[in-house]
């Protein structure tokens, strides 16, 4: 049976890991949520989403003062404490923790190699984004930011929150008004600039030319539509599965597919 990862690492911080931290560090104060990277973070996932990275996972954030004190030993006590299974999903993974790419793998019970990532609130963003949280966001950050990896921590999801993490993704919720009108200027200007090339390639029967400016003018409308219901978008593999989660893309869809199959007098 399939679950969708966010709510399966909901399940697994409620059910298996908050009861371990409760009882072997009872005044830890911490932040425990799903917020990095991954289809599951978006609410993408299937079946074929289980052959990497995904599985019982989540990150638990520890403030400055305890990273050094508690990181190791709560790492040893959840290897040694988590049941092998989790709703019949693995909570053991191949490899290592420093291995980007891992799946799911059956260990004996007391060696569980889990994907529960230790780390800072400051670490996490630096290396998720390059952002210091405790440095004030410019324009120049937010033009840095890749798209996708704002999207993550916008959908993903806190499942407790001592260190106040939440007021960090509020900050990241949607870009500020100059740089959504300068992003929104960006993609006009690549309309305007190829707009007349479509039916120029057409003239000379070049009909494959054609299609590949009509199909970057598409994109570009799409991102716009993404920019007009302050939406970030996702990389490609999920790029025209989340734009038709927008409301332009009920009317917009059949004219997309009309100017890509479209013929030369047609």
Request: proline fraction near 3%; charged fraction near 25%; glycine fraction near 6%.
């Amino acid at each position: 049976m399939f679950i969708p990862g966010m709510e399966l690492s909901r399940k697994f911080y409620t059910e298996a890991v908050e009861p371990i931290i409760r009882k072997a560090f009872p005044n830890l104060k911490y932040t425990a949520g799903l917020i990095d990277y991954g289809s599951d973070v978006l609410g993408y996932d299937t079946n074929v989403s289980q052959d990497h990275q995904w599985g019982p996972r989540l990150s638990i954030f520890l403030s400055e003062e305890d990273i050094c004190v508690v990181s190791e030993k709560l790492d040893k006590v959840l290897s040694e404490k988590l049941p092998p299974t989790f709703y019949g999903f693995s909570t053991s993974f191949s490899g290592t923790k420093e291995d980007y790419i891992r799946h799911m793998e059956i260990s004996q019970e007391g060696n569980i190699k889990h994907i529960i990532r230790i780390h800072t609130l400051e670490e996490f963003f630096m290396q998720h984004l390059g952002l210091n949280i405790n440095d004030k966001l410019d324009n120049f950050n937010w033009l840095l930011f890749p798209q996708q990896r704002l999207l993550t921590i916008r959908k993903g999801q806190l499942f407790h929150d001592d260190l106040n993490a939440n007021e960090i993704k509020q900050k990241l919720d949607y870009y500020p008004k100059d740089i959504w009108y300068y992003l929104m200027a960006c993609e006009w200007n690549k309309i305007n600039t190829e707009e007349a090339f479509v039916g120029r390639c057409g003239d000379v029967n070049d009909d494959i030319g054609s299609r590949l400016i009509a199909s970057r003018i598409i994109q570009s409308i799409m991102s716009i539509c993404f920019l007009q219901e302050k939406k970030y978008m996702p990389y490609s593999k999920w790029f025209g599965t989340a734009f038709n989660e927008l409301k332009s893309a009920k009317r917009l869809n059949k004219v997309f597919k009309s100017v890509l199959n479209a013929k030369k007098g047609g």
